[in-house]
Every structure is written in C-alpha cells, then in structure tokens.
C-alpha cells in the first residue's frame, strides 16, 4: 500500500506534511488519519523545526471523509476508532510549537476545511474553495467547530458554518481566513516564500510565541477543548447518525 502521508524535508527548519491519496482528491480514511497524527506528533518534538507545511498531492488539498471508504461492505477495521483517531491529528495541531502552514489547492471540504482551519497560515487558490457544508447534510462539524470557536467570532463563524457555501480564495481573505489567494499555479510557490519568512525567525521564539498566542486565550487543554464541541451536539447519543458524520 503506498503510504498514505509523506513526508519531505526541504530544509532543517520546514516540513511538508502531504495527505497522499490523489485519486480520491485526498479524501480521509483511517490509515491515512492515523499516520497525520504520528507525523505531526513527531515534528512537534523536533527542537529546531520552525514550519510545519500542510498540503495536498495531486492538485487538492481535501475533499474530506471518503465516505465510500466508510460505507464499504465488510466495514475497515479502522472505521470505530477513526473519531479518536482524527480527533488525535487536531490536538497535535493545537499543540505543535510550530507555525502550521496550509497550501488550499482546489477544495477544502468538510473534515479537509477543519484541518485547512485549524492552519495558523492558509494561502489560498483564486479559484479555490473551503466549504463547511455539513449543516446541508444534517451533519455536526466538531473539529470545524472547535476551530472556528478557536479563530474567529461569532458572526465570521455563522457566515461559514450556516450557509454551508464554498468560499473561494478571495473571500477567504477578505474573511480572515486565508493569508493570502494567489493564482491557482502558483499556491505552491506563495507557500514557499512564506514559508522563508517563517523559518528565519529563531526558533526558540516561535515556540514562546506560539505557547503564548494559544494559552493566552485558551484554559483548557487540547483534549478539553475539541471534547466540548461534540458534548454540545445534541444528536451524538441518539445513534441515528454514522460515526463518520459525528465526527468529521
């Protein structure tokens, strides 16, 4: 099985963490959600590594849950756990003493607009679009949610969360969202010169600056704050809804 994340090292101080199923527009399964975590977990403990780069192979970043991969007949073994297992990438994140950094590439879609949100810096193409269009499909959005709590107010977070539209690159700028929309060939190539930016600081200082942006705020720790938006949903006893759509 080709692995389903890879990781390249352009220099001592950048990583690029790429989601590695381009036939399914890197849609998420288990497998792939599993070895996120592992490799986010073991960038955060590299002393020296400033940038953490998240991207896409292929020409997308993610399409979200690849809901046929769920629904497959016998059902993955890894499908039970994969709320854990998400759940785990998105406190790696929160954690990371790194910048986190997102190349959006035609679509962030569902659980892929949680991890394009939970970036500290997202640039974005033109003709890109981030959509949380879970509430069109009767759905939670927990770690959407968490982020969305996290990052921008109320208002900002019912313009994203409610209607569901696909925002494209622009918008996503003049939201906040996005650092930055650049023409779709050259997502890759504004990535790169923000990314020198971020790996000439020390990095001694972006980890105090990055423990001090996330305390300052936030009380609870990773594990309380992305539990809190999946107490709050209503539905999440019932069992009337799959464990995909709980926990996307």
Partial sequence: MTDPVLLERPSQRVAHVVLNRPER??????????????????????????????RG????????LDLKEFGADPQPAWVPTFGDSWRRVHRAIFDSPCIVVGALQRAAVNGGA?????????????TAFLQVGEIQQGMAAPMNMAWLRLRFDEATSARIALL????????????????????DDEVLAAVDE???????????????????????????????????????????????????ARDA
């Fill in 25 to 54: 527009r890197n849609a998420l399964i288990g497998p792939l959600v599993e070895r996120l975590a592992e490799t986010i977990e073991g960038l955060n403990r590299e002393d020296d590594l400033n940038v953490i780069v998240i």
């Fill in 164 to 183: 569901g539209d696909r925002i494209a690159g622009p918008d996503l700028v003049a939201l906040g969202v996005a650092f930055s929309s650049v023409p």
């Fill in 194 to 244: 923000l990314v020198d930016r971020l790996a000439a600081h020390e990095p001694t200082g972006v980890r105090r600056i990055k423990a001090s942006l996330r305390r300052t705020g936030v009380s609870e720790s990773a594990e309380e704050w992305f539990a809190r938006p999946i107490a709050a949903d209503p539905l999440r006893v019932t069992g009337t809804r799959p464990v995909a």
């Fill in 57 to 64: 192979a292929g020409d997308a970043f993610c399409s979200g």
């Fill in 114 to 126: 949680a991890l394009a949100l939970a970036c500290d810096f997202l640039v974005a193409g033109n």
